[in-house]
């Protein structure tokens, strides 16, 4: 049964930085695309970033390029998001997801994701 647990969300002022985790279970890193997306509640999915499985290149959403670094290490079977620069408008519940597809259009076809993490980016 495939499983994520994010860790690493918190509160923290704008300008600062964070570094989300995702532990996998039940599958290894390699065998999907792997990415974050965040979701306000009754708000849509906004896709984040994500490493695709099959070619290893990586997407980033235009609101988060040059600020926030998707990587992974297979030996821990866990992937990150690094978040630097942080704005208040990144405040969201972040999810960690193995995917089906990853590309320049994002991440799509969710295999399964996480219970997600708050962070919040308030002075």
């Known amino acids: 049964q495939v499983q994520l647990v994010e860790s690493g969300g918190d509160l923290v002022q704008p300008g600062g930085s964070l570094r989300l985790s995702c532990a996998a279970s039940?599958?290894?890193?390699?065998?999907?695309?792997i990415g974050w997306f965040r979701q306000a509640p009754g708000k849509e999915r906004e896709g984040v970033s994500c490493?695709?499985?099959?070619?290893?290149?990586?997407y980033y959403a235009d609101s988060v390029k040059g600020r926030f670094t998707i990587s992974r290490d297979n030996a821990k079977n866990t992937f990150y998001l690094q978040m630097n620069n942080l704005k208040p408008e990144d405040t969201n519940v972040y999810y960690c997801?193995?995917?089906?597809?990853?590309?320049?259009?994002?991440?799509?076809?969710?295999?399964?994701w996480g219970q997600g993490t708050q962070v919040t980016v308030s002075s």
């Open positions: 490493i695709s499985k099959s070619d290893g290149s990586i």
């Open positions: 039940g599958f290894t890193l390699p065998e999907y695309s």
């Open positions: 997801a193995a995917l089906i597809l990853c590309g320049d259009y994002g991440l799509k076809a969710y295999v399964s």
